[in-house]
């Protein structure tokens, strides 16, 4: 097996045959890396199988701005001790100068070398609970999961309950039901943050269901935006995404009530739209000749083509 090529300035790891698995290294001085986010994956993959935390304990950028030097170490390093007793809400910081780290310079062939590896711990390490360290948590595969689950309704408990089950066992999955819970209320906030006015009076509204979800992902090439409609005693802007479905009928994929017909206010609907729509923008939309409508749709969809 081909594991790399030995040379004088050390290991190139880029030089593996694709049936090996650059996790089964250590971390040794002279290691050879294409770029800097192959060698946190690399110091990742380590670190979760041994069982210990990491974290990127200095850095230094180059003339050009760009990172030149770093230094990733054990999340334990340092002597900060927090002042707090442990109950049962909070633990105290713990950290013992754990001397664990690995030194890595970009060279002038544009390559990472790891210059210095220090490897003994001076605490116990915990490869079973290595998932839950916080830098080997891994929540993006599952976030289109959570969204869709957070949107019908589903009880945070129950998604993860279902994360669990698809992955086989609680091992298997590298987060716990917790930062379900924190990325989801993060989620929520980041959405309504703008919501509200310096009165905290609801401002602009949003709304779609998964029915809309489900017929943009097949109609959703061109999309008609209108903004024609007001309603109630508010005197507010009813405004609604349509698509055309295979029948030639129109389909609703969203809706919004709007304060005013300001670029910032179109801004938000859109965006609000395009979350919920997971990202993915129309190839098309038409509107009425609003100024303030161009605007918001070159900032949300500068890819989509306007008419």
């Not at 990172?67 to 334990?76: E, G, N, Q, T, V």
């Not at 999955?173 to 993060?186: A, G, H, Q, S, T």
């Given at each position: 097996?081909?594991?790399?090529?030995?040379?004088?300035?050390?290991?190139?790891?880029?030089?593996?045959?694709?049936?090996?698995?650059?996790?089964?290294?250590?971390?040794?001085?002279?290691?050879?890396?294409?770029?800097?986010?192959?060698?946190?994956?690399?110091?990742e993959e380590y670190a979760s199988r041994k069982g210990f935390g990491?974290?990127?304990?200095?850095?230094?950028?180059?003339?050009?701005?760009?990172?030149?030097?770093?230094?990733?170490?054990?999340?334990?390093?340092?002597?900060?001790?927090?002042?707090?007793?442990?109950?049962?809400?909070?633990?105290?910081t713990k950290v013992n100068n754990c001397p664990v780290k690995i030194v890595i310079k970009l060279d002038k062939d544009g390559l990472w070398y790891i210059t210095k590896f220090e490897p003994g711990h001076i605490h116990e390490t915990s490869p079973t609970k290595a998932r839950l360290f916080k830098a080997n948590k891994k929540m993006n595969l599952r976030k289109i999961t959570i969204q869709i689950n957070d949107d019908a309704g589903v009880r945070i408990n129950k998604?993860?309950?279902?994360?669990?089950?698809?992955?086989?066992?609680?091992?298997?999955?590298?987060?716990?039901?917790?930062?379900?819970?924190?990325?989801?209320?993060?989620?929520?906030?980041a959405i309504g943050k703008e919501d509200l006015?310096?009165?905290?009076?609801?401002?602009?509204?949003?709304?779609?269901?998964?029915?809309?979800?489900?017929?943009?992902?097949?109609?959703?090439?061109?999309?008609?935006?209108?903004?024609?409609?007001?309603?109630?005693?508010?005197?507010?802007?009813?405004a609604t995404f349509v698509g055309v479905n295979h029948h030639g009928q129109s389909t609703l994929l969203g809706c919004g009530l709007l304060s005013g017909e300001d670029t910032n206010s179109f801004v938000w609907l859109f965006k609000s739209w395009l979350h919920f729509m997971l990202g993915k923008a129309p190839l098309g939309i038409v509107t009425d000749q609003c100024k303030a409508m161009k605007n918001a749709i070159e900032l949300v969809f500068p890819t989509t083509r306007h008419r």
């Open positions: 097996m081909d594991c790399g090529t030995i040379e004088d300035e050390g290991i190139r790891v880029d030089n593996l045959d694709d049936d090996d698995n650059t996790c089964c290294w250590e971390p040794a001085t002279g290691m050879c890396f294409s770029c800097l986010e192959e060698v946190k994956s690399f110091y990491w974290k990127i304990r200095s850095s230094r950028k180059g003339k050009d701005g760009e990172p030149c030097y770093l230094i990733l170490s054990c999340s334990r390093e340092g002597s900060k001790v927090s002042k707090n007793s442990c109950t049962l809400k909070t633990l105290p998604t993860f309950q279902s994360l669990v089950k698809d992955a086989g066992r609680h091992e298997n999955v590298p987060f716990c039901e917790r930062d379900v819970r924190n990325y989801v209320n993060k989620e929520r906030r006015d310096d009165d905290f009076h609801v401002r602009n509204v949003f709304w779609a269901d998964a029915r809309s979800r489900a017929a943009y992902e097949y109609f959703g090439d061109v999309v008609t935006f209108d903004t024609t409609y007001l309603t109630n005693k508010y005197d507010m802007h009813f």
